[in-house]
Every structure is written in C-alpha cells, then in structure tokens.
C-alpha cells in the first residue's frame, strides 16, 4: 500500500488551469482499482493519495500522468507502507501485503 503525498509547489496559482484534467486521473485511479481514498491535506498544502494493487514502478508511472505533477503544480513524493494489521473492514488490504 502506498501513500502518495500531492504537496504544493511555488506554482499552485496554476492549479484551476489543471483541476479537470486531476480529476480525470484521480478518476482513472478509482476506476482502475488502484486508488482507494484521494482528499485534501488540512491547511491547503496539497492532497494525499491512498494506493493499492499496484507496484512502485507503475504508481510513478501514474503519478507522473498526473497533470498536477506533469504541470509541476505539485511535488508527488510516494512513501510504501506495509500493512500488518487493520480493523475487520479494511482486511482485503492485509490480502496485498
């Protein structure tokens, strides 16, 4: 499972240029089985990215289609974490580990 932290840069003026085209690929994310929460991080400094199913190879790849990152809107960084114990609703992500 992996984190993927959306932090913005010195160009978050140029987000509302880009927010559609976000949108679309957050959406590609959850249609594709890979994102399971997407949301802002408090205080306006970007957003955050819960991802499963997915290896770190092909996350970059897809953090790099983002046109926030593309757009240098955000600095993606990608942290792994590696379940070993979760509440009963959230087991399938034991599953993956």
């Given amino acids: ?3 993927v932290f ?14 559609a085209e976000h949108k679309r690929w957050i959406d590609q ?12 991080l408090a ?7 819960l991802a499963h199913n997915t290896t770190r190879e ?3 790849a897809r953090v790099a289609l983002d046109p926030f990152v593309a757009e ?6 990608i942290v792994e974490m590696l379940p070993n114990r979760s509440d009963e609703r959230l087991r399938f ?4 580990a």
């Avoid at 890979?34 to 949301?39: D, I, P, R």
């Avoid at 240098?72 to 960084?77: H, K």
């Fill in 1 to 3: 499972m992996f984190c």
């Fill in 29 to 40: 994310g959850f249609n594709e089985g890979v994102f399971l929460v997407t949301g802002s």
């Fill in 43 to 49: 205080g306006n400094l970007g957003g955050m990215v």
């Fill in 93 to 96: 992500l034991l599953d993956h």
């Fill in 72 to 77: 240098n809107v955000v600095d993606a960084e």
């Fill in 6 to 19: 959306l932090r913005f840069s010195s160009n978050k003026g140029r987000a509302a240029q880009h927010v």
């Fill in 58 to 60: 092909a996350l970059q």
